[in-house]
């Protein structure tokens, strides 16, 4: 008989979750127009709004076979969706994205056998591009997977399309059944069958290296078919004229799930004409993992709405150009990708819940050992400081590091005297000032304490960017302000491991051995 399915992305009963899937629907059938692999006897065809799926079979169920045939793949034992990458990704990307469905959508063995003949897991040795070392990693080998054949919603039961169908996790993650299975017109059911090729997934890894991995499942807001159908292609493909971060394996390695979202929205962004209109309005970050109460399986633990728009976003593309995942062996000789840092995770949840882009880096500096371990990261913090947009926050900073390099010249001209160690007293001195920040209980102790600072780096003189009267204002309008003691001290503690005698603007340099 004939049929024709017509989804609409302005349909009022549309969730953020049917919005993805008609973003990866509309997808999939442009990867079946770059590849000429329509299914024989369908017409497809989306727009910036819709998408319309016709067929005169006289069997829906063959039909609609053919239709996820031509939509959910596999290639060498991974899972491949032609809608992310018509034209092929790297194995190292889709290695990543394998293991994130395989622990999100398709958590159960029942819902991802292995192929015949194979039993445990694979190994798959992929190139460091960082250190051209090679990174042996296990996964999970997919002979077939529940998509390809609409498992467990009762779609395929008879030759005539029901009128409901069931949901199931494999449709939508954490998707719990409670007495009555979850069901809706077969119509949705088949457009959320969509849903894992319009998401992406990242691995959401714990610091600790024996810590179990978790996932992070980020939903697209989509507003515009064409123009995300051509970007999530893009961003798995990549060129050498769209830099996007989430092109690799140690690309999708994150801290935590708001920087997840940010990644993948500054990518997406990055492949959208200047004078595009935008293909996403923001996306959902869902975090998945073992919790407390449920043993059994991987469930949602925190779901968090992200924005486009953030006003400091370049200080964390700074933070992510230049601290980039690590990766280590285990004893049984795999390896184990993690964050190097949690700069990028602090500052991309501070972002997404609109806290100062700086809030708790105190947190990651009020251990002695911590702030050792920070002072490797020097590169990436003077690229976080150099891209900060708010007038009083850089001003700060500026006066902050032109006190301490008064305070190193001082320390270097003493140290000139036989016998003496600069590098020595440089430590002990940077040492001091973290504990005297870290000391100041309120405002009033701590602007005290900064205006010391300023006076005994240059004997009692004004510093040469506080000689003029607006900026003077400005610095002393902020340091007494008591609604900003935490994002003066930790832009103090910022301050302190950011500077940088290469940035200095200052006519005296000095240059400290010890970063």
């Given at each position: 008989m004939a049929q024709e399915l017509t989804y609409r992305l302005d349909d009022p009963r549309y969730t953020i979750y049917h919005r993805a899937a008609l973003g990866g629907l509309a997808a999939t059938i442009r990867a079946w127009e770059l590849r000429r692999t329509t299914p024989q006897g369908v017409r497809a065809a989306f727009e910036s709004d819709r998408v319309t799926l016709q067929w005169d079979d006289s069997s829906d169920r063959d039909a609609l076979l053919r239709i996820l045939s031509a939509s959910f793949q596999t290639r060498n034992d991974l899972i491949d969706l032609p809608a992310q990458a018509p034209g092929g990704m790297g194995d190292d990307l889709r290695l990543a994205l394998h293991n994130g469905y395989c622990g999100t959508y398709l958590q159960h063995n029942k819902m991802r056998p292995a192929p015949p003949g194979v039993k445990g897991a694979k190994t798959l040795t992929l190139r460091n591009p960082d250190t051209d070392a090679e990174e042996i990693f296990t996964y999970r080998p997919v002979g077939s997977y529940a998509h390809q054949k609409a498992q467990g919603t009762g779609l395929l039961d008879s030759d005539v399309l029901p009128a409901t169908a069931t949901i199931s996790q494999a449709l939508v993650p954490g998707a719990l059944t409670g007495a009555e299975a979850l069901e809706v017109p077969a119509k949705d059911a088949i457009l959320l069958l969509f849903l894992i090729a319009g998401s992406t997934v990242f691995l959401l890894r714990p610091r600790a290296k024996n810590a179990k991995a978790q996932y992070c499942l980020i939903v697209p807001d989509v507003v515009d078919l064409r123009r995300f159908a051509?970007?999530?292609?893009?961003?798995?493909?990549?060129?050498?004229?769209?830099?996007?971060?989430?092109?690799?394996?140690?690309?999708?390695?994150?801290?935590?799930?708001?920087?997840?979202?940010?990644?993948?929205?500054?990518?997406?962004?990055?492949?959208?004409?200047?004078?595009?209109?935008?293909?996403?309005?923001?996306?959902?970050?869902?975090?998945?993992?073992?919790?407390?109460?449920?043993?059994?399986?991987?469930?949602?633990?925190?779901?968090?709405?992200?924005?486009?728009d953030h006003p400091e976003l370049d200080?964390?593309?700074?933070?992510?150009?230049?601290?980039?995942?690590?990766?280590?062996?285990l004893k049984n000789g795999d390896s184990y990708a993690f964050p190097a840092s949690p700069l990028p995770e602090?500052?991309?949840?501070?972002?997404?819940?609109?806290?100062?882009?700086?809030?708790?880096?105190?947190?990651?500096?009020?251990?002695?050992?911590?702030?050792?371990?920070?002072?490797?990261?020097?590169?990436?913090?003077?690229?976080?400081?150099?891209?900060?947009?708010?007038?009083?926050?850089?001003?700060?900073?500026?006066?902050?590091?032109?006190?301490?390099?008064?305070?190193?010249?001082?320390?270097?001209?003493?140290?000139k005297a036989p016998g003496v160690d600069a590098g020595r007293r440089l430590e002990v001195r940077r040492e001091r000032i973290r504990n005297e920040i870290l000391r100041a209980k309120n405002q009033s102790q701590l602007a005290g304490w900064f205006l010391d600072f300023c006076a005994r780096a240059t004997d009692g003189q004004s510093l040469p960017k506080l000689r003029d009267p607006a900026r003077a204002r400005r610095i002393r309008t902020f340091i007494f302000d008591e609604r900003s003691f935490d994002r003066f001290q930790n832009l103090c503690l910022f301050a302190l491991l950011s500077y940088s005698s290469d940035t200095d603007s200052g006519t005296d340099k000095v240059t400290d051995q010890g970063e």
């Open positions: 051509r970007s999530i292609e893009m961003m798995a493909a990549g060129s050498s004229s769209v830099k996007t971060f989430s092109r690799t394996y140690l690309g999708r390695v994150v801290g935590g799930a708001e920087e997840a979202a940010l990644k993948f929205l500054i990518d997406i962004q990055a492949t959208t004409a200047v004078n595009d209109s935008p293909a996403v309005r923001g996306c959902l970050a869902i975090s998945m993992g073992k919790v407390a109460w449920d043993g059994n399986q991987i469930n949602r633990s925190a779901i968090v709405p992200v924005g486009r200080v964390f593309k700074a933070a992510v150009q230049a601290i980039r995942a690590k990766t280590t062996r602090l500052i991309a949840a501070n972002l997404a819940h609109d806290h100062h882009w700086a809030a708790h880096f105190r947190e990651l500096v009020a251990d002695k050992k911590d702030f050792q371990l920070m002072r490797f990261q020097h590169g990436g913090l003077v690229a976080m400081k150099n891209t900060i947009h708010d007038e009083t926050d850089q001003l700060f900073i500026d006066v902050f590091h032109e006190a301490w390099r008064f305070t190193m010249r001082g320390i270097f001209d003493d140290a």
